[in-house]
């Protein structure tokens, strides 16, 4: 028997599709067509935007706000107490179009950029402007969004 957890407090659009085993706390509010992959942690009170993919093994905590047409990779960590353990939380902000990729972490308080991408792996510990490609440990960033696309366009005409 598969089993989810969804709050009855929960907001859920319309064509939401979430898959086995995932978790959707009090007060998340979750846009139309957004697809949650299996094992997914949204804690409460997250906001998340129309459109958005979460993979699977992701954990989106308190105060997070996610925006539209957003990718979240398999097992990116959001986190949101920068002096852990302290009551006093901040979420992280992952503004329209951007793109998290596989394992990254990001520090509580940081805001991701429109349009920008966090490479796999990468620990964000601050801002991400829009546009910007970012990646490492700690992330810094490495090209544009623009050059991003360029070489996303090449890898599929190859």
């Known amino acids: 028997m598969v089993t989810n957890f969804i709050s009855e407090k929960a907001k859920i659009g319309q064509n939401v599709q979430i898959w086995h085993f995932s978790y959707v706390g009090d007060d998340v509010e979750i846009g139309d067509n957004v697809k949650i992959g299996s094992l997914v942690h949204i804690d409460y009170n997250v906001k998340i935007g129309e459109n958005t993919k979460i993979e699977?093994?992701?954990?989106?905590?308190?105060?997070?706000?996610?925006?539209?047409?957003?990718?979240?990779?398999?097992?990116?960590?959001?986190t949101n107490d920068p002096y852990p353990m302290c009551?006093?939380?901040?979420?992280?902000?992952?503004?329209?179009?951007?793109?998290?990729?596989?394992?990254?972490?990001?520090?509580?308080?940081?805001?991701?950029?429109?349009?920008?991408?966090?490479?796999?792996?990468?620990?964000?510990?601050?801002?991400?402007?829009?546009n910007s490609v970012v990646i490492g440990s700690p992330a810094t960033i490495r090209y544009t969004r623009e050059e991003y696309n360029k070489k996303q366009r090449a890898w599929k005409e190859s």
């Open 56 to 78: 699977g093994q992701a954990y989106i905590p308190p105060l997070s706000r996610i925006g539209k047409n957003v990718f979240i990779g398999p097992a990116v960590i959001l």
């Open 87 to 130: 009551n006093k939380m901040i979420g992280v902000t992952i503004e329209d179009n951007a793109i998290i990729n596989a394992r990254a972490v990001i520090k509580a308080g940081v805001t991701i950029g429109k349009n920008s991408v966090v490479g796999m792996g990468a620990i964000v510990t601050r801002d991400v402007p829009e």
